[in-house]
T-cell receptor, first 119, second 116 residues
Framework: EADIYQTPRYLVIGTGKKITLECSQT?????MYWYQQDPGMELHLIHYSYGVNSTEKGDLSSESTVSRIRTEHFPLTLESARPSHTSQYLCASSDPDRLGPLATNEKLFFGSGTQLSVL | AQKITQTQPGMFVQEKEAVTLDCTYD???????LFWYKQPSSGEMIFLIYQGSYDQQNATEGRYSLNFQKARKSANLVISASQLGDSAMYFC?????????????FGQGTRLTINP
């Protein structure tokens, strides 16, 4: 059973607003991820973190930013939301340390997602 | 180039029938992992099954099995005795080492609908 939580579940806001999507996990996982998913489409990695004070850009360019001040918390921020940011945002975590750095069976645990609509 | 290809945008199957969801992948790395995830309409991603590139046997997890054909670079998901609750999007994903970092890349997904 995964213990990773995202809030809010749904968010509808106007253009130009600053928003923060919350993601927390209670499993003590070092690695955390943000994926963006348009309806019926594949997931694209936009940010990831190896641990506290570590943040990396993913494969898909995103105007959002992330921070990792605590192990359990990995919030995503949009300084000025636009309609093009409308999408589902999925947070995930994994714990690769016990598997070794080259392990390929590192399973991701996902949150329920935040569906963002920018009007 | 597409790393993971799922050629079936949608599938419709009668309840209790077996169903095979196709997935082909492209990598030059000898060490990689293949995953299948299920995404119900509620949006969360649920891990189903994993297959490592060096695993000799096909992975099985309850009603799920993975038909791994390494030479053909395919990793099809087989669901036996389908149930109404199996209706969902299904994503194939591959983990490989890219520029020193392990990354998980997803396919486009297949929407499976189980009819009563």
């Amino acid at each position: 059973e995964a213990d990773i939580y995202q809030t809010p579940r749904y968010l509808v806001i106007g253009t130009g607003k600053k928003i923060t999507l919350e993601c927390s996990q209670t499993m003590g996982h070092d690695k955390m991820y943000w994926y963006q998913q348009d309806p019926g489409m594949e997931l694209h990695l936009i940010h990831y973190s190896y641990g506290v004070n570590s943040t990396e850009k993913g494969d898909l360019s995103s105007e959002s930013t992330v921070s990792r001040i605590r192990t359990e918390h990995f919030p995503l921020t949009l300084e000025s939301a636009r309609p093009s940011h409308t999408s589902q945002y999925l947070c995930a975590s994994s714990d690769p340390d016990r598997l070794g750095p080259l392990a390929t069976n590192e399973k991701l645990f996902f949150g329920s997602g935040t569906q963002l609509s920018v009007l | 180039a597409q790393k993971i290809t799922q050629t079936q945008p949608g599938m419709f199957v009668q309840e209790k029938e077996a169903v095979t969801l196709d997935c082909t992948y492209d990598t030059s790395d000898p060490s990689y992992g293949l995953f299948w995830y299920k995404q119900p309409s509620s949006g969360e991603m649920i891990f189903l099954i994993y297959q490592g590139s060096y695993d000799q046997q096909n992975a099985t997890e309850g009603r799920y099995s993975l038909n791994f054909q390494k030479a053909r670079k395919s990793a099809n998901l087989v669901i036996s005795a389908s149930q109404l609750g199996d209706s969902a999007m299904y994503f194939c994903a591959m983990r490989e080492l890219i520029q020193g970092a392990q990354k998980l890349v997803f396919g486009q997904g297949t929407r499976l609908t189980i009819n009563p």
